[in-house]
């Protein structure tokens, strides 16, 4: 009965070793804030756009964004 015992714990160490011992050599991939990008507002069709994918236009000093170049065409600057 202690064989068998001490086979069955040898046996689990034998499985679970090995992966705790790669999460330990290996570091974590660093977690990529999936909300990093900021909304900004269309001024002329009032959608909200991800920054980093909008169009951009400078207008009297000041950068605004739009969601397509029709949009940022059509922006008069209220």
Not at 19 to 29: C, F, G, H, M, N
Not at 43 to 63: E, N
Request: glycine share 4%; with cysteine; aromatic share 6%.
């Amino acid at each position: 009965m202690r064989l068998a015992l001490l086979v069955l714990v040898v046996a689990v160490l034998l499985f679970v070793l090995p992966t705790l011992l790669r999460r330990l050599r290996v570091p974590a991939a660093p977690r990529v804030d999936a909300l990093a990008d900021e909304l900004v507002k269309d001024p002329v069709c009032r959608t909200y756009v991800v920054k980093s994918r909008a169009v951009s236009r400078a207008a009297g000093g000041d950068t605004r964004y739009f969601c397509s170049d029709e949009c940022a065409d059509r922006f008069t600057g209220e």
